[in-house]
């Protein structure tokens, strides 16, 4: 499942956006929006309703009807989670200011909440947003998380969205051969470059970690190197963290 990077992407966004920069986004309704325009089977996002002609010739009426349509589940649940940059000054833990913002586990609902939320150049630096298993915290304290590491790409604003989005694609769509070892996305935006990150279970199995971290450039025709760090590494050594694997 792959997504067509178009100019009318943020025309399409809904009116009613989550506001990125306060730190009590309202609760999204679930309803469903038309999505952005997706390569998937070769049909396009689906539709809320369709109308009928019926009668004569010289007698035709139009008689709309509603499409129900049934459900598309995954094969998991997802949470969508977010850190406002305003809290994480008075946050007494890291981690602490996370706070989830709801959890899908449709293609329908998918769609709602993504088009529903701001796009990803609108967010204020110093935010996070993450999109992992259900029951699965972004924490290196997550039982989880805490034996992983991540792949980390970095994308300039004029590619954030696109590439975004079909990360989030391949992650919910079971794209990548080792998905069972991935927990999840999280997107940081920042002032010196904004990143994308791919968190993943069990950081010596370097089999599983290299065969994802090439897959996902593959998906994003991603052509520089990209390096997967240890989440151990990263709390004791901070900034000073090397790569383990590059791809």
Not at 123 to 134: N, Q, R
Not at 192 to 201: A, E, F, M, N, P
Request: glycine share 6%; proline share 5%; net charge neutral.
């Amino acid at each position: 499942m792959v997504v067509e990077e178009d100019s009318s992407v943020s025309t399409i966004m809904a009116e009613e956006n989550l506001d990125p920069n306060t730190a009590n986004p309202s609760r999204i309704e679930k309803q469903h929006v038309p999505a952005i325009k997706a390569i998937r089977g070769g049909e396009e996002g689906p539709s809320k309703g369709k109308t009928i002609l019926c009668g004569g010739k010289d007698n035709v009426s139009k008689k709309s009807t509603t499409v129900i349509q049934n459900s598309h589940s995954f094969q998991n649940s997802w949470t969508i989670w977010f850190d406002n940059p305003s809290s994480k000054s008075y946050q007494a833990t890291w981690g602490s200011s996370l706070r989830t913002l709801y959890t899908f586990a449709t293609i329908e609902e998918f769609w709602s909440l993504y088009n529903n939320m701001h796009p990803p150049t609108k967010w204020v630096p110093g935010a996070d947003l993450y999109c992992f298993k259900h029951k699965i915290e972004p924490k290196w304290e997550d039982p989880t998380c805490a034996d992983g590491g991540k792949w980390t790409m970095m994308f300039p604003k004029a590619k954030l969205e696109s590439n975004w989005l079909n990360t989030l694609l391949a992650l919910v769509g079971e794209q990548f051969e080792q998905g069972d070892e991935i927990c999840g996305a999280v997107l940081n935006f920042r002032t010196r470059g904004d990143k994308i990150s791919l968190w993943t279970k069990n950081a010596a199995n370097e089999k599983a970690q290299l065969s994802i971290g090439k897959q996902w450039k593959e998906l994003l025709g991603y052509n520089e190197s990209i390096g997967f760090i240890y989440h151990e590494d990263a709390k004791t050594l901070d900034r000073n963290a090397k790569p383990r694997y590059t791809v």
